[in-house]
Nanobody, 124 residues
């Protein structure tokens, strides 16, 4: 069982930056691919960025390409999402998730473990 806890959300002005973190408690973190998803009020949960188990491969949604960067530190059981040039449309609850099979997928139901989410609000 893997427990995931996100942190780093908050309120920021458009054009600003935030760094989200996700801490994992299990012993097999390095075997999981990790993803970040977001969900705005009244909308479905959507893929933001993913990273494979080794950190050698990443994939970003088109909406965040060039602005967001996902990274991981397997020694510290953490994954991060650096968010720059934030826009009001980035406002959402952000979730980290773990995929046991180790490869990046954009499909939410394929992820096995989820954090509780952290709110990101971008004001215009």
């Amino acid at each position: 069982q893997e427990q995931l806890v996100e942190s780093g959300g908050g309120l920021v002005q458009a054009g600003g930056s935030l760094r989200l973190s996700c801490a994992a408690s299990g012993r097999t973190f390095s075997s999981y691919a990790m993803g970040w998803f977001r969900q705005a009020p009244g909308k479905e949960r959507r893929f933001v960025a993913g990273i494979d188990r080794n950190g050698g491969s990443t994939y970003d949604a088109d909406s965040v390409k060039g602005r967001f960067t996902i990274s991981r530190d397997n020694a510290k059981n953490t994954v991060h999402l650096q968010m720059n040039s934030l826009k009001p449309e980035d406002t959402a609850v952000y979730f980290c998730a773990a995929h046991q099979k180790g490869y990046i997928t954009t499909t939410a139901f394929m992820y096995d473990y989820w954090g509780q989410g952290t709110q990101v609000t971008v004001s215009s």
